[in-house]
């Protein structure tokens, strides 16, 4: 069991809106992976549990109130407290599959007016991952699932800008799953990406975050 002799662990990130479907999806993807005698291990972002990542969860409860550009520094420092074991844990041979990572860091804080570059610069080293997959749903959708607006960000209108953000992120790493299909489809389509991604990323090198 495991795949620590044959290579290295994938590292798997899953963007979207709020109530995209995300975290279900992590849970699902993580239980197949673990039937298949994978080692694997699931992660999200912010990770609530540090001391960073109180202060995000208060300001995410309305709980405190912070500068935009200081939330968001806060949030990229709450993935770089977890770089080195995130490294450690790759090279090992466990893939992570993570909820969030650094795309929602630039398209949440670029919604609220900041510019992209500013947002992009504190992401640079994190380590890059091996496959992102947005789930695609429209904002009124998801408005629609259980426990929406409950937080800071989940209103209409700014996810709509969060969005179209996202899409400004695309690039060769991205693949898009049509979120509003049923969750057995998404899973389907889910386990074969991420299935692919850990054979081939077996030889590759790990990377850093360029941008
Ligand atoms: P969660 O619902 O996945 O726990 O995420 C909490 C909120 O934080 C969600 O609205 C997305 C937002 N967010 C950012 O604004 N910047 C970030 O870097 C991350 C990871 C999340
Ligand atoms: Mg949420």
Partial sequence: KGSSKSG??????????DRSGKSS???????????????????RFPDRGTSVGQMISAYLANESQLDDRTIHLLFSANRWEKRALMERKLLGGTTLIVDRYSYSGVAFSAAKGLGIEWCKAPEVGLVAPDL???LDVQPEKAAERGGYG??????????NKVGEHYHSLHDSTWKVIDGSLAMEAVE????????????????????????
Avoid: H
């Fill in 8 to 17: 290295r662990g994938a590292l798997i990130v899953l963007e979207g809106l």
């Fill in 25 to 43: 999806q992590c849970a699902r993807l993580l239980s197949y992976l673990e039937g298949k005698g994978c080692q694997a291990e699931g992660w």
């Fill in 132 to 134: 992102v997959i947005y």
């Fill in 150 to 159: 409950g937080e800071r960000y989940e209103r209409i209108e700014f996810q």
């Fill in 188 to 211: 389907e389509q889910l386990r074969e990406l991420a299935m692919n991604c850990i054979q081939e990323c077996q030889g590759r090198q790990l990377t850093n975050l360029a941008w």
